[in-house]
């Protein structure tokens, strides 16, 4: 099985004179661009920023950077936040939240604690951004948007 190359750019901008979101679009693309140039078929995701970006969740390379430093999350705890973060607003149930634990066993599955743990230990780890994740009762939990966290999601190439 052959993997695509993949390369993340993470490009933060302080003082260049840049006046619009356009102009950040054009240089992204001509990163991409050189990217492609490089490697041949590579697979290219970037955020770019004005100014630091406190919490960073990359999607596709499975990261979560906190001020700077990468938070570790297990497998399972990284699929659920991923699953949350894919669906803003949006409730998602603890059923299916349990479905992405491939260690839930039968006695977890009806009792539902092991998403609970899941959750609890992952907001946790994302420190004073804990609150993105709220509990919805009786149902499950939902991603709410903050201004400070950034989604990497991955990137399509443009056409001109």
């Known amino acids: 099985m052959t993997t695509t190359p993949e390369l993340v750019l993470v490009v933060q901008l302080s003082n260049t004179g840049v006046r619009s979101s356009t102009d950040l679009a054009a240089l992204a693309d001509a990163l991409r661009e050189t990217a492609q140039d490089l490697v041949p078929g590579v697979s290219t995701h970037t955020l770019l920023s004005s100014t630091p970006v406190p919490l960073v969740i990359d999607l596709p390379a499975r990261d979560v950077i906190l001020d700077s430093s ?28 349990r479905e992405l634990d491939p260690a839930a066993t039968d ?14 230990r992952i907001r946790t780890k994302l420190g004073r951004f804990g609150s993105i994740i709220t509990t919805v009762r009786g149902t499950g939990y939902r991603f709410d948007p903050h201004p400070g966290v950034h989604i990497v999601e991955p990137l399509t190439r443009r056409s001109a």
């Open 107 to 120: 006695i977890d599955q009806r009792r539902g604690r092991s998403v609970d743990v899941h959750v609890s």
């Open 70 to 97: 990468r938070i570790l999350l297990s497998h399972t705890e990284f699929d659920i936040l991923s699953r949350l973060v894919q669906r803003p607003r949006v409730v998602v149930s603890r059923t299916t939240l």
